[in-house]
């Protein structure tokens, strides 16, 4: 197995994760993607042509998604607790005594 990255163009990195270029584009600006691991500037300077490297994005996008279900499920779980301690409970004896007695 080669474990050199393999860089593709934007049209084909797009492709390859299914996303649209936007989609590709926004996550390199807004710093889902860092530069020199998931993407280069071919040239070396900011507005030449950029290729990316699928298998670092892959794996990086395969670990948020693991930590954000992971956060999601610790998220769930207590919040179940937090309205499993407001549940009022009565001892049996409240709940059968008729009226009069």
């Given at each position: 197995m080669?474990?050199?990255?393999?860089?593709?163009?934007?049209?084909?990195?797009?492709?390859?994760?299914?996303?649209?270029?936007?989609?590709l584009?926004?996550?390199?600006?807004?710093?889902?993607?860092?530069?020199?691991?998931?993407?280069?500037?071919?040239?070396?300077?900011?507005?030449?042509?950029?290729?990316?490297?699928?298998?670092?994005i892959?794996?990086?996008?395969?670990?948020?998604?693991?930590?954000?279900?992971?956060?999601?499920?610790?998220r769930?779980k207590?919040?179940?607790?937090?309205?499993?301690?407001?549940?009022?409970?009565?001892?049996?004896?409240?709940?059968?005594k008729?009226?009069?007695?």
């Amino acid at each position: 197995m080669d474990s050199t990255p393999q860089w593709v163009h934007e049209p084909e990195a797009a492709k390859l994760l299914a996303i649209k270029h936007n989609t590709l584009r926004s996550m390199r600006r807004d710093g889902r993607l860092t530069p020199g691991d998931h993407y280069i500037f071919v040239t070396g300077t900011p507005g030449g042509p950029v290729v990316y490297d699928i298998d670092a994005i892959r794996k990086t996008l395969a670990e948020r998604t693991i930590a954000a279900v992971q956060e999601k499920g610790s998220r769930r779980k207590a919040d179940l607790e937090k309205r499993l301690g407001l549940i009022e409970t009565y001892g049996d004896e409240d709940h059968l005594k008729k009226e009069g007695e």
